[in-house]
Structures are given as C-alpha cells and as structure tokens.
C-alpha cells in the first residue's frame, strides 16, 4: 500500500536511506522518514551505512582525467549547516551497485504486488479511449443534424 501511495520512487529511496543512530531504539535512523520505528533488515546486504562529513566528487579535472573531491562539510545547506552525507563505512554483502539492483527489484515486486491489474487496467484504457475517439465522429454529425433547423 505505501508504494501505491507515496509511489516508487520514495520507497526506493527509503530503502536506500538507513543509517546508524545509536540514539534509536533498533539502531537505525532513515534520512527519508525521519526517528522510524523499523529496523534496518537489509543490512546484512548493504552493509553500515554512516550519516556525516566523506569526500564527495565536485566535478573532474579536464587535464588530467582525475576526480575533484571537496568535504561535505565544507558545504552549508540554506540554514548554514553543514552537508552531511550518507556513506558506507563498512561494505556488506553486495556491492553498493548490486544493492542498489536489488533494492529496485524489491521495489518493483511492491510495486506490482500494490496493484496487479495496474498493466491490465492501462491496456484497457487505451482501448475505452480508441472507443469513445470512433463514437466522437457519428455523435458530431448526430448533433448538427439535431441543431440544423434551429440555428
């Protein structure tokens, strides 16, 4: 139901977004949905994930091919504080591209489970709008048959 509601993309992103939170009762907070009571159950996958100041790339240099890092925290966000970022400390299982698969196949099976007729449902729209697209044509003629005498 939550994937019906707030759609894919935000459940993807939420299942992205765990950290550690020692101050959480399963040790575990979500940058998405903010002091979340469940527990991180794809860590053993993803490995832990830290939320604070890492390197990010910026951009790259153009004369030698080479990565352009800044820290995050000498970035302010629009309230002055720094960006913190999300970071695996420690890898899991998979690597951080295979979870990041997984987590859209997992995904996609919410998705589809919200709603199994949903391709059904699209199929049938195209043919109700085909429909009423031929019946426009003889209703248009009907009406100026019907209205030729009074205009």
């Known amino acids: 139901m939550v994937a019906r509601v707030r759609g894919a993309d935000w459940v993807y992103t939420y299942l992205r977004s765990f950290y550690t ?15 979340v009571g469940m527990p991180h159950v794809l860590e053993d996958l993803q490995g832990t994930q830290v939320k604070g100041c890492a390197p990010v790339v910026i951009g790259f240099d153009p004369l030698t091919g080479q990565e352009l890092k800044e820290d995050s925290c000498a970035r302010k966000d629009h ?8 970071y695996l400390e420690e890898e899991g299982e998979l690597s951080a591209s295979e979870y990041d698969k997984a987590v859209a196949d997992i995904t996609n099976f919410l998705v589809y489970m919200g709603e199994p007729m949903a391709l059904e449902r699209k199929e049938i729209g195209f043919w109700v709008l085909l429909f009423l697209a031929i019946l426009f044509v003889p209703v248009y003629y009907l009406n100026r048959e019907f209205w030729r005498d009074i205009h």
């Open 21 to 35: 939170d020692e101050s959480r009762p399963y040790g575990v907070n979500n940058t998405v949905f903010k002091d």
């Open 79 to 86: 309230d002055g504080n720094p960006v913190e970022v999300l």
